[in-house]
């Protein structure tokens, strides 16, 4: 069965680096995610990308995030300057429509120290 | 803002038994409702996804309701096994591109 993969799946960053979170979606999907998850908190939604540009996002998802689709298969999220808040499973999902269902990878679980 | 919470926060119950899981929301005009399963330090796993206009969704030994006037939710797993021990989790999307998950329910099913 396709699935959403994610790489890596553990990243650790001192404060103030940049890290990349990388994701490959479901090939014939088109509609792209990032979750996050705080260890014991609800998963929350960061943004949603569709037709190579940002189609919705959410409050946590400010000037320090971006994200891209730099070549037909991979997705990625970036956190230019890390912030101890920001250490969380990062999850990347997929759908093949608008408000479908969602196909999510294993996470990236990121430790910023 | 929706708000969606799950009920019990944990439940632990012999192999075999029946159980419910319970989900509520606070604004009723969603666009469609699903549960999902996590296991430890994995993603997520999408179970059922309920359309506004259902009322209910099966699939094998799952069975999903909804009724949005009310603002609620309800897994039903028959005949649990081991295997089902997990967090069940409920997410509705309010029809913007995102997703409102609850806080999970974390189910353990005893051999």
């Known amino acids: 069965e396709p699935e959403v993969t994610q790489t890596p799946s553990h990243q650790v960053t001192q404060m103030g680096q940049e890290v990349i979170l990388r994701c490959v979606p479901i090939s014939n999907h088109l509609y792209f995610y990032w979750y996050r998850q705080i260890l014991g908190q609800k998963v929350e939604f960061l943004v949603s990308?569709?037709?190579?540009?940002?189609?919705?996002k959410s409050e946590i998802f400010d000037d320090q995030f971006s994200v891209e689709r730099p070549d037909g298969s991979n997705f990625t999220l970036k956190i230019r300057s890390t912030k101890l808040e920001d250490s969380a499973m990062y999850f990347c999902?997929?759908?093949?429509?608008?408000?479908?269902?969602?196909?999510f990878g294993s996470g990236t679980q990121l430790s910023v120290l | 803002k929706q708000e969606v919470t799950q009920i019990p926060a944990a439940l632990s119950v012999p192999e075999g038994e029946n159980l419910v899981l319970n989900c509520s929301f606070t604004d009723s005009a969603i666009y469609n409702l699903q549960w999902f399963r996590q296991d430890p330090g994995k993603g997520l796993t999408s179970l059922l996804l309920?359309?506004?206009?259902?009322r209910e969704q099966t699939s094998g030994r799952l069975n999903a309701s909804l009724d949005k006037s009310s603002g609620r939710s309800t897994l039903y797993i028959a005949a649990s096994q081991p295997g089902d021990s997990a967090t069940y989790l409920c997410a509705v999307s309010t029809g913007a591109n995102n997703l409102f998950f609850g806080t999970g329910t974390r189910l353990t099913v005893i051999p």
């Open positions: 309920i359309q506004s206009s259902q």
């Open positions: 999902a997929s759908s093949g429509a608008a408000l479908g269902k969602l196909f």
């Open positions: 990308f569709y037709n190579n540009e940002i189609s919705e």
